[in-house]
């Protein structure tokens, strides 16, 4: 059956964003080889391209791809010059492709391996998260780029000397044991993050919430819970993950995003929540609090109330406090600014701001709840310059709008008060609480 150009290229780009981290973790597995992994997966995607508009799309695309990718690397092994130290190579990509038919649903699954490899202590941390998201999350190298502020080119090559290191230095594609897992499970946690909040709040694009990259990191958080059952730290960001997701649905309307504030929260998933905060008490539980379980704790507690005035800010910025004690940053400073503007109010929490202004003045979100803090506080011609500067680092048209709404309503007058701490505090405090 003839299948129509459009079509293909719809059927390869959607494969490639749902499985490309899991096909190259199975080539990888098999070839041994990083740079070759990735060099053959090109080559079926580039067979597909010229296949499937005559052939048709079959049923199967990731067990085609991965079918012909094998192929490919077995052509290359038998070119080689040093064919006899491509014997072993040769022999488990044969075994492979007899047992795996082209038409399989069911190919292995190696991506926990695949993302410790990208998270070698041998790589700097920047590569390790770039190298992981373009593999594992399937962003592209502008995506990747514009992400850190980089040229494309620039980022481009950063990547290639990743690949070139891993498969000359032999790095192993495995899961360490014993102290080396433990030296690098903060560094995996922290790219499994990032990589679901670019699902969550995607850096480009028409499409605000990338599910495809959600669903990954959820999916490696629950196998890093698996692989670690003694690192509450493991379960706190599976808590984060889940409770930051339930609210997904209610985030955008009509192609504009919705603060917290004004979401519906009947859209909430209430499953997600309970989970959530299920896997988040049973770490909490331990004595072992840290940076994700911190913050999905703050996360619970807006989870937990029925409406936005209900919100327990006090208690919220009380965990930002405890949050940057053990693990400071501008970022969290920040949040513990915005948390300080509804607890206390706006006005209170200007001051704040200023320490950090110039840190993160290419940080879009600064400039975004700058402008809200202004805007609640009642300083409308800086309100209105603090939007322009947030618009200029905007790319997402979903959050452009809304900022430009924002800016269009400022009145000449503060809108907001301190919020008292709500009635339902009344109930004994859970783990998470301070």
Request: include cysteine.
């Amino acid at each position: 059956m003839l299948a129509a150009p459009d079509a293909v290229h719809t059927a390869i780009d959607y494969t490639l964003r749902q499985d490309r981290g899991r096909l190259i973790a199975a080539l990888l597995a098999a070839i041994g080889d990083f740079e070759l992994a990735e060099e053959c997966l090109q080559d079926a995607i580039a067979a597909a391209l010229v296949d499937w508009p005559r052939t048709g799309i079959p049923k199967s695309r990731r067990g085609w791809l991965l079918q012909v990718a094998r192929r490919k690397a077995l052509d290359r092994f038998r070119r080689a010059k040093s064919l006899t130290e491509k014997f072993a190579q040769i022999a488990v990509l044969e075994k492979a492709e007899a047992d795996a038919p082209a038409d399989t649903h069911d190919i292995p699954d190696h991506r926990l391996r695949l993302i410790f490899t990208c998270c070698h202590p041998a790589l700097d941390e920047k590569t390790r998260v770039a190298l992981t998201l373009r593999t594992l999350g399937g962003l592209t190298t502008e995506e990747i780029a514009r992400a850190y502020l980089d040229r494309s080119a620039t980022m481009g090559q950063r990547l290639a000397r990743a690949r070139s290191k891993i498969s000359k230095a032999g790095i192993p594609f495995e899961i360490p044991d014993g102290e080396a897992l433990e030296g690098r499970i903060n560094s995996v946690l922290a790219v499994i993050y990032l990589i679901f909040n670019e699902g969550y709040a995607a850096s480009s694009g028409d499409t605000p919430i990338r599910i495809d990259l959600c669903d990954e990191a959820i999916f490696l958080a629950r196998l890093m819970v698996q692989l670690c059952p003694d690192v509450p730290e493991a379960a706190g960001l599976l808590a984060l993950i889940l409770l930051t997701h339930s609210r997904r649905k209610a985030r955008y309307r009509d192609g504009v995003y919705v603060p917290l504030d004004e979401q519906d929260r009947t859209l909430w998933d209430g499953k997600r929540i309970a989970e959530g905060q299920g896997v988040l008490e049973a770490a909490m539980k331990r004595g072992q609090v840290g940076p994700y379980q911190l913050q999905a704790a703050i996360t619970a507690l807006h989870c937990e109330a029925a409406n936005a005035d209900d919100t327990d800010w006090p208690q919220i910025a009380a965990l930002y406090r405890l949050l940057a004690q053990i693990s400071s940053s501008d970022i969290v400073q920040l949040n513990l600014a915005v948390a300080i503007s509804y607890s206390d109010g706006a006005k209170q929490a200007l001051g704040l701001l200023q320490p950090m202004a110039y840190r993160l003045e290419n940080y879009q979100p600064f400039h975004a709840a700058r402008a809200d803090i202004l805007r609640r506080a009642g300083h409308v011609k800086q309100a209105r310059d603090a939007y322009e500067q947030a618009l200029a680092l905007t790319p997402n048209k979903a959050d452009r709008a809304f900022l430009q709404y924002r800016q269009s309503t400022l009145v000449d007058k503060p809108i907001d008060k301190p919020k008292k701490r709500p009635s339902y505090k009344a109930r004994p405090k859970s783990n998470r609480e301070v």
